[in-house]
């Protein structure tokens, strides 16, 4: 496949006009058959790797229904995100076990839609204070036989898992967690800046959706924010949905991070892509009206997004993030994060063809390429 005329995607240089090629499932310097596609008027960008969402159409990862995580990797590929790292609330260790291997069942089943390449543990492991839409009947001071039990039962499909460092063990559960190749996040946490900077020292490397979940950023108390932006290793999570973050704040903090350290997710819900109305959530309900989505009856409470994670892509360029700054937080970085970039996440020769075509006046999804085969 040969795709010409198109402004491509490039880590260093933002866009380039150049031919971009693919042989079989991965991106080559020649191509491997006849095919042309012409992608003038176009972006071409990698597909998408959201690390941070729970669910879509009508379904919840949570759930642990193979027929359910198949529907929301359909949905996540016909929104041009390749490759999805589906994200468990705050539940019962039984069912937290369910999640896992459902997920190792489909990874084996050559399924369709997205690639399911790990799961993001957002619960159980965080605080009462800042549990937000996290279901407190649930909650578990940090442990690590427990999260290396989960991990098992997933087949090693834990890559990403959050905690609150100020529990008890919360040091130990990141120091560990980290010795296992799991990458560990602050979030849901009360957390003050020293013992942010502690639990980073120890090999946290995430922010899971920074200013949301967490002490504000003050500027006696700069908390989980100021010292995830003093470690250079760490890299931040924004909900770029128009409803979680102002735009200034939005343009503020990828500033203050820089490009390389951004990751936008979706945090989207079972309610995207769907209409208006009430639905379950992690053993309470949500009320979703437009963009927002809150915990029924706590109008104040935010309870995810009903925005895919290209959808936020678009939002961060309409609150004024550079294209290419906004597709690398949404690709690139986050593959890093759960150590997938070798194979995805940009353009260049030998990654896998996962590439989608977005129009130019306004950033539709004009087609899309998955290892290789258009969609």
Do not use: W
């Not at 940009?346 to 075509?357: N, P």
């Amino acid at each position: 496949m040969r795709i010409i005329g198109g402004q491509v995607f490039d880590l260093e240089k933002g866009f380039v006009e150049r031919d971009l090629c693919t042989e079989g499932m991965y991106i080559s310097e020649n191509s491997g058959d006849d095919v042309v596609i012409d992608a003038a008027d176009c972006y071409v960008i990698p597909g998408l790797v959201d690390v941070h969402f729970h669910g879509a159409v009508g379904e919840d990862f949570s759930d642990a229904t193979a027929e359910g995580l198949q529907k929301i990797a359909d949905f996540e590929l016909s929104e041009g995100v390749t490759y999805i790292c589906p994200t468990g609330m705050t539940l019962l260790e039984d069912q937290l076990t369910k999640v896992c291997q459902v997920t190792a069942a489909h990874r084996k089943s050559n399924p369709t839609g997205a690639e399911v390449v790990g799961i993001h543990l957002e619960g159980p492991f965080l605080c009462v204070a800042k549990k937000g839409a996290q279901n407190e009947a649930f909650l578990h001071t940090p442990d690590v036989a427990m999260l290396r039990r989960l991990n098992e039962a997933s087949e090693g499909c834990v890559k990403l898992v959050t905690v609150a460092p100020e529990e008890p063990n919360g040091i130990e559960f990141v120091r560990e967690a980290s010795k296992d190749g799991i990458t560990v996040s602050l979030g849901h946490t009360i957390a003050n800046y020293d013992i942010a900077s502690e639990a980073y020292a120890a090999g946290a490397s995430h922010a899971t959706h920074l200013y949301n979940g967490m002490p504000s950023f003050l500027h006696r108390e700069p908390g989980v924010i100021g010292a995830a932006c003093d470690a250079p290793h760490v890299k931040a999570e924004l909900i770029v949905d128009g409803v979680h973050i102002h735009g200034s704040v939005v343009r503020t903090t990828f500033k203050m991070f820089g490009k390389e350290r951004m990751v936008i997710i979706s945090d989207s819900l079972r309610a995207t892509g769907m209409p208006d109305g009430i639905y379950p959530f992690g053993g309470q309900e949500i009320e979703v009206h437009g963009n927002r989505a809150t915990i029924a009856g706590h109008p104040e409470t935010l309870a995810g997004s009903v925005t895919s994670l290209m959808g936020c892509m678009r939002q961060a360029v309409k609150f004024g993030i550079p294209l290419a700054d906004a597709v690398r937080a949404s690709s690139y970085n986050p593959a890093q994060q759960i150590k997938i970039d070798d194979r995805c996440g940009s353009l260049e020769i030998g990654k896998e063809a996962s590439i989608v075509l977005l129009n130019k006046d306004d950033l539709s999804v004009k087609k899309i390429i998955f290892k290789g085969n258009e969609v």
